[in-house]
């Protein structure tokens, strides 16, 4: 192959581009004028350019529309609100929506590792959740279990209160 | 436009400038802005204000949500104005907070998007004198036809893929630039670049 000739960039996977630049003229003279020699004896290239200068025509169509005359009036009212805004607002807007996307990541990080150690301490506090023994004492099988257990206690708690009006009857001599 | 809080006047300002003395014009520019030279942020506005309305209404296809992400992203470049580098060209960066907001903007609205994109015809494009239209009114016709074929075409793309598309076909940005904006590797632009055109020569083949 000659050292000006061009590989086929439509076979050649390192150059894939070159035929989207020189639809889209960005190819300098001597590259394009090596792609066109190229062409020329390429089916495969001819029909891909002639196809992406027809797709470039079409999409010349979309054209933007006209910008509202108070855009730049509107980009200034926020500036000012912005700057009239409460220090904490500004450092929480630095935080999670300054100019780069991701610079709130390292905020991010920071809230999760606070929640876990602020989760893992609630944890390890006793009765700092109430709403566990609430869980536990709702559950039909525990019930269940725990039945027996409190009706043992009732009856005690009966025969003692039988056992305290004995008490009273014989401390007031039988007369309540 | 707001004073500029007087701490922005530093040496540390004062050394970074001169560090943007040897950087391009818009770096430069940011490095005023930070240094309390409102003026220099108008100049910004002004020489960026129409390529990112333009980028960002064709990527959601919606003028006044345009302008509204616009204000957005120059109110978080005067809000970075403290915190500004120059890792990457303005214009990259400016474009990297456009596609990110842009990008949300339709994650967050997919669904109204997909009622929207049956009744395309009722959306806000380019306004059109009705005496224009008078003298070939069957040509406008069959254009607004093709117009709204290309609109749809793009917006059914994927995301990622419409907005490499419309910075390189309409912004004219570097395939390096293409790919800091989308946080990508280059050759991945250039695939997605590749797969986009494909599909979109497939989808306006008929009108060939």
Same mark, same amino acid.
């Given at each position: 192959m000659n050292k000006n000739e061009l590989s086929c960039p439509m076979k050649n996977s390192a150059q894939p581009e070159l035929l989207l630049d020189y639809v889209a003229r960005r190819l300098d003279a001597a590259r394009a004028a090596a792609l066109e020699d190229h062409a020329a004896s390429c089916e495969c290239c001819q029909q891909f350019m002639a196809d992406q200068a027809l797709l470039w025509q079409e999409l010349d169509l979309f054209e933007p529309a006209a910008i509202s005359p108070k855009f730049d009036q509107s980009v200034y009212a926020r500036l000012a609100a912005d700057d009239?805004?409460? +220090?904490?607002?500004?450092? +929480?807007?630095?935080?999670f929506a300054a100019g780069e996307p991701g610079a709130w990541r390292p905020a991010m990080a920071l809230s999760a590792a606070c929640a876990v150690v602020l989760t893992a301490g609630l944890i390890q506090l006793p009765g700092s959740m109430p709403w566990r023994h609430t869980a536990i004492h709702g559950s039909a099988a525990v019930e269940q279990a725990v039945a027996p257990v409190a009706d043992a206690r009732d009856v005690e708690l009966a025969e003692k209160a039988l056992e305290d009006l004995e008490m009273l009857q014989v401390v007031s001599g039988g007369k309540l | 436009m707001p004073e500029p809080p007087k701490h922005f006047l530093t040496d540390g300002v004062q050394t970074d400038m001169a560090v943007a003395v040897a950087l391009e014009p818009d770096a430069q520019l940011m490095f005023r802005v930070r240094a309390g030279d409102t003026a220099c942020f108008a100049q910004l506005l002004e020489r960026h204000r129409n390529p990112v309305i333009h980028f960002l209404y064709r990527m959601v296809q919606n003028q006044a949500v345009a302008e509204e992400l616009a204000q957005e992203v120059f109110l978080r470049v005067y809000r970075s104005r403290e915190s500004y580098e120059p890792t990457a060209?303005?214009?990259?960066?400016l474009y990297r907070i456009a596609t990110h907001l842009a990008l949300n903007y339709l994650r967050d609205h997919r669904r109204e998007r997909a009622d929207r994109s049956m009744?395309?015809?009722?959306?806000?494009?380019?306004?059109?004198?009705?005496?224009?239209?008078?003298p070939n009114i069957e040509q406008d016709l069959v254009r607004q036809a093709r117009l709204n074929e290309v609109r749809l075409a793009i917006e059914r793309l994927p995301d990622k893929q419409r907005a490499a598309v419309l910075m390189h076909k309409y912004q004219e940005l570097e395939y390096s630039m293409i790919a800091q904006a989308l946080k990508c590797s280059e050759s991945a632009v250039k695939s997605l670049l590749f797969r986009a055109y494909e599909t979109l020569r497939v989808r306006l083949a008929h009108m060939a």
């Open positions: 009239r805004s409460p +220090w904490w607002v500004r450092t +929480w807007r630095k935080l | 060209k303005f214009t990259t960066w009744d395309i015809e009722t959306d806000d494009g380019p306004a059109r004198q009705l005496t224009d239209r008078l």
